[in-house]
C-alpha cells in the first residue's frame, strides 16, 4: 500500500544522508518535498500541515544540524512523528475486560468488508487469546449477509447463531445475548448491517443495537482502497456512534496509504486492526511503529519473525537444525523452505519486512519475477525421484529432461534450481563450520539469538544483515522477545 510514498521518501532522505552537513534551508526543501508526497499519497490536509510543522520545528534545531549524522537525525524525526501520527508507541488492543459475554459491534458501510473482519477477529480471539467466541449477523436486508456469516463461522470452527426468518436486528441482538450466555461464550461478536451511505436509519439502528447489548467495543470497518472517503466515513460515525477503535481493510491493496495517515489525527480514534488479504487468517493487530518502518524501507523485522513463527513446523524446523548442524541439505530440505516462503506471504511480502531490501524489491517486480516462481521451482523438484532429490549428482542430461517434460518447465529452469541447491548446501557446510546455529547466531552479536552487532552488509537500518548486500549493521532483535520455537531452534548447536 505505502509503496509509491516509500519510494519518494527514501529519494528524498537519500539525499539527506548524503550530505555530511546540513543547513536549515537543506532541511525545508526536503520537507517540501515529503510535503507532496504526503499530499500525493491522499493525506488529509490539516495532517499534512500538523505533521510537517511538528517535524520542520524538530529537525532545524541545533542539536541535529550540528550533529555528527544530520541525515540521519532528521529520517529519526521523521519516523517518530511517523509513529504518532499512526497511533502511538503502544498498538491498541482490545478492551475484554468485562463480564462475559463482552460485547463488540461492528459497524460500518456496505462492501467495507464487516462480515469477513468479523469472522477473521473472532478466529483471532479463538487460536491467539484462548476465547470461545460467538458470532451473530444483525444484518436482514442485503441477501444472503447471514448465511454468508454462517458460512464463515464454519471455516473459522467459531460459533454462530442460528438464524430465524424475519427477525429484526434489535431482537436478534436480545437472542444473541441470551445464547452467549447459555454458552458460557466470551465474546460475542455482531455483525450490523450496512447502508450505501450513511443515513439516519442505519444510524438509529445501530444505536438500538448499542442500547440493548452495551458494547465493550464498537469497531468501525473501513475500505482503506477508497482512500479520503474512509475518513469522511469514519467522521461520520463518530459524530453519531460511540467508536472505540478502526479495523481498515485491503491494506494489501495498491492505495495510496492516505487514509492510514489520516485516521487517527481526524477520528480520535485508534487503528485496531489491519486486513492484509483475503484469507481469513490475513489479519494483525495495527503497531504503528511496525508500519512506519515498512514507510520508511526500514523493514518490519518482528512482523517477519511472527509469520515465520506460525509458518515453521517446529518439528520440520528440529530436523533441519539437526541436518544443517551436520552441513547436510538435500533437495526435500529446499522445498519445505520455499512451501515455508509461499506461506509466509511469498517473495514480495519477505523482501518488503526486509530491512534494505527496498531495491531488491523493485529489481524483483522490474524482472517480471513473482511467487510462481515458487510454485514453478516446488513442481520441479516434485518431479525427481526420491533417489533424485537426497541425491542431486544423479541428474544427468538424461534425467534432467525427464523432469523438464513432468514439471512442464525448461532444462535451464531445473539447472538453476540445482545451482540453487549447491549455494545453499554450501552456506550450510560453511554453518557448521562456524559451530552450527549458536556460532551463526554469535555472528548476530546475540550469543545464541540475534542481539545487536550484525554481519556486515545490510544496506540501511535493521537486524545484521547479509554477506554482500552492502551497507552497514544496526539494531537487532531481542532473542527474548521470539517465540519460544524459533527461540530453540537458533539456541541448537
Avoid at 555530511?20 to 510535503?35: C, F, K, P, T, Y
Avoid at 491498541?92 to 459475554?101: I, R
Avoid at 515458487?374 to 526420491?386: K, Q
Amino acid at each position: 500500500m505505502f509503496d509509491n510514498l516509500s519510494d519518494r521518501l527514501g529519494t528524498v532522505f537519500d539525499r539527506l544522508k548524503g550530505r555530511g552537513a546540513l543547513s536549515e534551508q537543506d532541511v525545508r526543501d526536503a520537507m517540501r518535498e515529503v510535503r507532496i508526497a504526503l499530499l500525493e499519497a491522499d493525506v488529509a490536509l490539516p495532517v499534512v500541515r500538523r505533521f510537517i510543522d511538528s517535524v520542520t520545528e524538530k529537525a532545524i534545531g541545533q542539536d541535529v544540524l550540528r550533529s555528527v549524522t544530520p541525515g540521519q537525525q532528521v529520517v529519526k524525526i521523521v519516523n517518530d512523528e511517523l509513529v504518532e501520527m499512526l497511533g502511538g508507541d503502544e498498538p491498541a488492543t482490545l478492551n475484554l475486560d468485562a463480564k462475559p459475554p463482552v460485547v463488540i459491534m461492528m459497524v460500518g458501510l456496505q462492501g467495507s468488508g464487516k462480515t469477513t473482519s468479523t469472522a477473521k477477529i473472532a478466529r483471532l480471539l479463538k487460536e491467539k487469546h484462548g476465547k470461545k467466541a460467538l458470532m451473530a449477523s444483525l444484518d436482514v436486508n442485503r441477501p444472503a449477509a447471514q448465511e454468508q456469516l454462517a458460512v464463515l463461522g464454519q471455516q473459522v470452527s467459531v460459533a454462530t447463531l442460528p438464524i430465524i426468518e424475519g427477525q429484526q436486528p434489535v431482537d436478534i441482538a436480545r437472542r444473541a445475548m441470551e445464547s452467549a450466555r447459555l454458552q458460557s461464550a466470551d465474546v460475542l461478536l455482531l455483525d450490523t448491517a450496512g447502508r450505501l451511505h450513511v443515513d439516519e436509519a442505519l444510524m438509529a439502528e445501530m444505536k438500538a443495537v448499542a442500547g440493548v447489548s452495551s458494547p465493550m467495543e464498537v469497531l468501525l470497518v473501513v475500505d482503506s482502497l477508497t482512500g479520503q472517503d474512509a475518513v469522511n466515513v469514519a467522521k461520520s460515525f463518530t459524530d453519531e456512534v460511540p467508536l472505540t477503535g478502526v479495523v481498515l481493510t485491503r491494506m494489501d491493496g495498491d492505495a495510496r496509504g492516505g487514509a492510514a495517515l489520516s485516521m487517527r489525527y481526524v477520528t480520535g480514534k485508534p487503528i485496531k486492526f489491519a486486513g492484509t488479504g483475503e484469507k481469513l487468517d490475513a489479519i494483525e493487530a495495527f503497531d504503528a511503529k511496525r508500519v512506519a518502518g515498512r514507510i520508511l524501507g526500514m523493514g518490519d523485522v518482528v512482523s517477519l519473525v511472527e509469520k515465520a513463527a506460525a509458518a515453521v513446523n517446529q518439528e520440520d524446523a528440529e530436523a533441519l537444525a539437526r541436518k544443517m548442524a551436520k552441513g547436510q541439505f538435500d533437495l526435500d530440505d529446499l522445498r519445505m523452505q520455499l512451501r515455508q516462503m509461499q506461506n509466509m506471504g511469498g517473495l514480495g511480502m519477505l523482501a518488503g519486512m526486509m530491512p534494505g531490501m527496498k531495491k531488491a524489491k523493485a529489481a524483483m517486480a522490474s524482472s517480471g519475477m513473482d511467487d510462481k516462481v515458487l510454485v514453478h521451482m516446488d513442481a520441479i523438484i516434485g518431479s525427481m525421484t526420491r533417489k533424485e532429490r537426497a541425491n542431486p549428482a544423479l541428474l544427468n542430461a538424461k534425467r534432467k529432461k525427464r523432469v523438464a517434460a513432468g514439471s512442464g518447465r525448461q532444462v535451464q529452469e531445473i539447472n538453476k534450481v540445482l545451482k540453487m541447491h549447491q549455494e545453499m548446501s554450501r552456506a550450510m557446510k560453511q554453518i557448521k563450520k562456524m559451530g552450527g546455529l549458536k556460532g551463526l547466531g554469535a555472528m548476530f552479536g546475540g550469543g545464541g539469538g540475534m542481539g545487536g552487532g550484525g554481519i556486515p552488509g545490510m544496506d540501511g537500518p535493521g537486524p545484521g544483515g547479509l554477506p554482500g548486500m552492502g551497507g552497514k549493521k544496526g539494531p537487532g532483535v531481542d532473542p527474548n522477545t521470539l517465540p519460544p520455537d524459533l527461540r530453540k531452534l537458533l539456541e541448537n548447536k
